[in-house]
């Protein structure tokens, strides 16, 4: 059982920078992938970055050059680093984790953008 916890979510004004962090339980690297993912009001959750164990990333379209995912071993924890902010970039912000065949959410962090 892999635990998550999100922090770093805010209300911050378009062309704004928020940097989240997901803090796991164990060591990132017995986790294949950690991602983040999104649910703005009225829409589906989506996918927003990944980064493997091995740190390999990928990025949905909406926020390619606008966000960094990135880890910290040490702390067991990864980050997603938001620039530009967008009113369209309001919502929930997850942390996932996948293990072999499990997955974990953690409980969600809400970010808003507007001014």
């Known amino acids: 059982q892999v635990q998550l916890v999100e922090s770093g979510g805010g209300l911050v004004q378009p062309g704004g920078s928020l940097r989240l962090s997901c803090a796991a339980s164990?060591?990132?690297?017995?986790?294949?992938?950690m991602g983040w993912y999104r649910r703005a009001p009225g829409k589906e959750r989506e996918l927003v970055a990944v980064?493997?164990?091995?740190?390999?990333?990928g990025y949905a379209d909406s926020v390619k050059g606008r966000f960094t995912i990135s880890r910290d071993s040490a702390k067991n924890t990864v980050y997603l680093q938001m620039n530009s902010l967008k009113p369209e970039d309001t919502a929930v912000y997850y942390c996932?984790?996948?293990?072999?065949?499990?997955?974990?959410w953690g409980q969600g962090t809400q970010v808003t953008v507007s001014s």
């Open positions: 996932k984790a996948t293990v072999s065949a499990s997955v974990y």
């Open positions: 164990e060591s990132i690297f017995t986790i294949n992938i």
């Open positions: 980064i493997s164990s091995s740190g390999g990333t």
